[in-house]
């Protein structure tokens, strides 16, 4: 598995997960282009690649709770003309608060904005043979849709939120490539990162190390995301741990919790947003 001369962005460079994945992509031979919202820490990120591995990688700064600059972002990359996106921030537990677009944070970060990018960049991407890999989360298991409150701006639970965000993400793309070729939907099972440490202090200080001890290492979670690079996934297949999807080596599998008219509902609903935006 190589990417000489093939360009990867990937958003949420600096995360857990993130610094995993560029590890093995500058290992891999791949051009970066770090894609984040705190430019010192992604700017050091890129240096050290660079001199740890002989590649080139650049920094470029996006906060995806701005739609402004997700628009300028999409452009630059399209410009660039990257062969693979990869589609790796999100937020789980963070204070809420509604966005410019009218959105809730949580629901941008996680789903509109990584939408916007994946359906403005697709087509190049595909055309170059490359793909688009968005991260996907057992989470979203937990959030059926609700035509009443689309970016659960109402709920409280930050769980059955992030479900519903990562859910439309994981379902609007299977509808923007039914042939399977340019989108990959991959998870990670659980692993310890920042994400994961939403717990209150007590409770995080003594399920920190247990949690380290039974779940796979960022290092080991991240592998079904690679293999998103180079293998497809056609509609509600999906790449992760095989072992009760959090242990193992990755293997696709059949996701069967979003009955056909609630994933056409998603897909309408991630179009319409999509034009609303696309201004
Ligand atoms: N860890 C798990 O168990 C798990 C399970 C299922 C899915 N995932 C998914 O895996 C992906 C990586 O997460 P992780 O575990 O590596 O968590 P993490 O360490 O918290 O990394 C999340 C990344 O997303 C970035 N991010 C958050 N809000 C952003 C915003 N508004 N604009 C731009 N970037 C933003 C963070 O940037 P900062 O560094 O600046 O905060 C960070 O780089 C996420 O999509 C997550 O949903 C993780």
Known sequence: MRL????????????????????YFAKMGATLLLVDRNPERSLSLAREL???????????????????????????????????????????????????????????????SPYFLARKLLPTVRERGGRVVAVGSIAHRYSHIDRADVDFSTRKKAS???????????????????????????????????ITAHYPKLVYAIIKYPMKVIFMRPRKACLPIICGLFEGCRENEWIGPRIFDVWGRPKKSILKGCPPDEAAEIAKRAEKIYKELDC
């Not at 000489?4 to 590890?23: H, M, N, P, Q, Y």
């Not at 999409?74 to 204070?95: H, K, M």
């Not at 379902?171 to 989108?183: N, V």
């Open 50 to 112: 660079e001199a740890k591995h002989g590649i080139s990688a650049e920094h470029i700064t996006l906060d995806l709770e701005d739609i402004a600059r997700v628009r300028e972002v999409a452009d630059e990359l399209a410009e660039r003309e990257i062969d693979y996106l990869v589609l790796n921030a999100g937020a789980y537990s963070i204070p809420r608060h509604k966005c410019s677009t009218g959105y809730d944070n949580v629901f941008q970060i996680n789903f509109v």
């Open 4 to 23: 000489d001369g093939k360009i990867v962005a990937i958003s949420g460079a600096t995360g857990g997960i993130g610094r995993e994945l560029c590890e």
């Open 160 to 194: 059955l939120v992030y479900g519903n965000a990562k859910r439309h993400l994981m379902f609007a793309l299977y509808a923007l490539d039914p042939t399977g070729e340019g989108i990959a939907i991959a998870h990670p099972g659980i692993t310890q990162t920042n």
